[in-house]
């Protein structure tokens, strides 16, 4: 009876693995973070503007449909911070952030790490920054996964 049941365990186990999917990535430690950043800052989100920029993503796809290839598209998105307290790099007010988000709306699985930023949310977030020819930062550890470079703290 104990081999019946752990072979329907089994089973059913084994049939979930086809629906199983990953996506390989770096991972940053908070000293890495630090020491590749030209700017380590707690802000707190002023606006955030959508831009007409298309940008595809290095490193990562998405499956063809409907005659689409298999290009991951990202939307540009700009995102002005408060400089609350600077931790690393020159004493600013205020910084842009140049980010990504999904330029094709619905589900997705195993696609990037991309942040919103509310505004009128009181939340503050630390920033690991690098500083873009532009003058614009962007995260430290690139656009596909914004998530691994800056660390949502909540309402402090």
Known sequence: ???????IVFGLLAGLTGLAQSRLFRTWT?????????????????ASRHL??????????????????????????ET??????????IELQSVVLHHYRNADEGPEINGPSFMEFDPKACDKYLL????????QYEGIAGQTDLILSIKKLGCM
């Open 1 to 7: 009876m104990k081999l019946r049941a752990c072979l």
């Open 80 to 89: 002005k911070f408060k400089i609350l307290t600077t931790l690393k790099g």
């Open 30 to 46: 908070y000293q890495e973070l630090k020491d590749g950043s030209d700017l380590v800052a707690i802000a707190h989100p002023l």
């Open 128 to 135: 690991f920054l690098k500083k873009r020819n532009d003058g």
């Open 52 to 77: 007409e920029e298309r940008y595809v993503l290095p490193g990562i796809s998405r499956m063809p449909s409907k005659g689409n290839d298999s290009r991951y598209l990202a939307r540009g998105v």
